[in-house]
C-alpha cells in the first residue's frame, strides 16, 4: 500500500498503530469491563487507558517533537495549547457508550492538525479490522482486511430511486437538529435516517452511503477530527453553522461548536446552512 500514501509519510504508521490500539481493546470487549466517571460524568474503561498509553508511546516514537492531545489526557493548559503548530489528536476508543453496551459501532481516531487544521485522519475499526484514512488533498480510502484498500468518494446526490439520507446519532438529538430535519424533509422529501454510533457517521459520507450529517449536540475535538480528515479526503466538507469551516483552534474549552458535513459540491449546501441558522 505504500504507493497510496506518498501523500504523508504518516499515515502508513499511524494506520498501523491505531490497529494496534484496537487489539488492546478488543480483550475487555463484552468481558464485563468496568467502568468508571470521569469529571464530565463520560464513562471510562480500561479499554480506553489501555488503548490511550499504547497510542501516546507510539506517537512520541514516531516524532517527539509533535504533542498529543487524547480524551484521556487532555487536562493541557490553553496557553500551552496556544503554541502548538502541529499536534496530534486523538480519541483512543470513539464510542465508550457503545463499546460498553456490547455494540461493535466504536472507533479508534487519530488526527494529525496543522494551524488548527486536520492533515489527515485515521478511523480504525477493532471489531472487523475495517480502517478509513485520508486528508484534504490526500484523497480517502477504506481498508478492510484481506482487501486491498479502495478509494471512497462522497455521493453528490442520491442515485435514481434512493432517499436523501441524514446520519443521526443513537444517543444524541436536539430540538435545533429536529427542527433542521423537518425543514430539509420539505424541499427534499422523506428522509432516511441511518443511525450508527461514533466517527462512523462521517465515514458513510465520505464512501457515499449517506448525504449529510448534521450535528446540533455536544461533541468534542477528539470526536470529529480523525473522521473530518476522512470525509474532506473524500470530497466532503464540514461547516460550522456560519458557513466558515471547521476547524480546531486552542479554546479554552475542547467541546466543538455545531456543525454540518455534507459533500462539497452539493446542490443543496445553501438550503442546509439556511435551515441550521433559523
Given at each position: 500500500?505504500?504507493?497510496l500514501f506518498l501523500?504523508?509519510?504518516f499515515?502508513?504508521?499511524?494506520i498501523?498503530?491505531?490497529?494496534q490500539?484496537?487489539?488492546?481493546?478488543l480483550?475487555?470487549?463484552?468481558a464485563?469491563?468496568?467502568?468508571?466517571s470521569k469529571?464530565?460524568?463520560?464513562?471510562?474503561?480500561a479499554?480506553?487507558?489501555a488503548a490511550?498509553?499504547?497510542?501516546?508511546?507510539?506517537?512520541?516514537?514516531?516524532?517527539p517533537?509533535?504533542?498529543?492531545?487524547s480524551?484521556e489526557?487532555?487536562?493541557i493548559?490553553?496557553?500551552?495549547?496556544?503554541?502548538?503548530?502541529?499536534?496530534?489528536?486523538?480519541?483512543?476508543?470513539?464510542g465508550?457508550?457503545?463499546?460498553?453496551?456490547?455494540?461493535?459501532?466504536?472507533?479508534?481516531?487519530i488526527?494529525?492538525?496543522?494551524?488548527?487544521r486536520?492533515v489527515?485522519g485515521?478511523?480504525s475499526?477493532?471489531?472487523?479490522g475495517?480502517c478509513?484514512?485520508?486528508?484534504?488533498?490526500l484523497?480517502?480510502?477504506?481498508?478492510?482486511?484481506?482487501?486491498?484498500p479502495?478509494?471512497?468518494?462522497v455521493r453528490?446526490a442520491p442515485?435514481a430511486?434512493e432517499?436523501?439520507?441524514?446520519?443521526a446519532?443513537?444517543?444524541?438529538?436536539?430540538?435545533?437538529?429536529?427542527?433542521?430535519?423537518?425543514?430539509?424533509s420539505e424541499?427534499?422529501?422523506?428522509l432516511?435516517l441511518?443511525?450508527?454510533?461514533?466517527?462512523l457517521k462521517?465515514?458513510?459520507?465520505?464512501?457515499?452511503s449517506a448525504d449529510?450529517?448534521p450535528?446540533?449536540?455536544?461533541t468534542?475535538?477528539?470526536?470529529?477530527?480523525?473522521?473530518?480528515g476522512?470525509?474532506?479526503?473524500a470530497g466532503?466538507?464540514?461547516?460550522e453553522?456560519?458557513?466558515?469551516?471547521?476547524?480546531?483552534?486552542?479554546?479554552?474549552?475542547?467541546?466543538?461548536?455545531?456543525?454540518l458535513?455534507?459533500?462539497a459540491?452539493?446542490?443543496?449546501?445553501?438550503?442546509?446552512l439556511?435551515?441550521?441558522r433559523s
Amino acid at each position: 500500500m505504500s504507493e497510496l500514501f506518498l501523500g504523508h509519510p504518516f499515515i502508513a504508521p499511524v494506520i498501523e498503530l491505531a490497529r494496534q490500539a484496537g487489539e488492546v481493546i478488543l480483550p475487555f470487549w463484552r468481558a464485563d469491563v468496568a467502568v468508571t466517571s470521569k469529571a464530565d460524568d463520560s464513562p471510562v474503561t480500561a479499554a480506553d487507558l489501555a488503548a490511550h498509553h499504547l497510542i501516546l508511546a507510539g506517537l512520541t516514537a514516531l516524532d517527539p517533537s509533535i504533542p498529543v492531545l487524547s480524551e484521556e489526557d487532555a487536562d493541557i493548559d490553553q496557553n500551552v495549547r496556544a503554541g502548538w503548530q502541529r499536534w496530534w489528536l486523538v480519541d483512543p476508543l470513539d464510542g465508550t457508550k457503545e463499546f460498553i453496551s456490547g455494540s461493535e459501532e466504536f472507533t479508534v481516531n487519530i488526527a494529525l492538525i496543522e494551524q488548527g487544521r486536520v492533515v489527515f485522519g485515521v478511523v480504525s475499526m477493532p471489531t472487523n479490522g475495517r480502517c478509513y484514512f485520508g486528508g484534504a488533498g490526500l484523497g480517502a480510502w477504506r481498508s478492510d482486511v484481506n482487501e486491498a484498500p479502495k478509494q471512497i468518494q462522497v455521493r453528490e446526490a442520491p442515485a435514481a430511486g434512493e432517499s436523501f439520507t441524514v446520519v443521526a446519532s443513537r444517543r444524541h438529538t436536539s430540538p435545533e437538529q429536529e427542527r433542521l430535519l423537518d425543514g430539509l424533509s420539505e424541499g427534499l422529501g422523506a428522509l432516511k435516517l441511518a443511525n450508527i454510533g461514533s466517527s462512523l457517521k462521517f465515514c458513510l459520507l465520505a464512501e457515499g452511503s449517506a448525504d449529510c450529517y448534521p450535528r446540533l449536540a455536544p461533541t468534542s475535538q477528539w470526536d470529529t477530527a480523525a473522521a473530518q480528515g476522512v470525509l474532506e479526503g473524500a470530497g466532503g466538507e464540514v461547516l460550522e453553522l456560519s458557513g466558515e469551516p471547521f476547524s480546531y483552534p486552542a479554546r479554552a474549552s475542547l467541546l466543538n461548536p455545531f456543525f454540518l458535513a455534507l459533500p462539497a459540491k452539493a446542490a443543496w449546501r445553501e438550503r442546509l446552512l439556511t435551515l441550521a441558522r433559523s
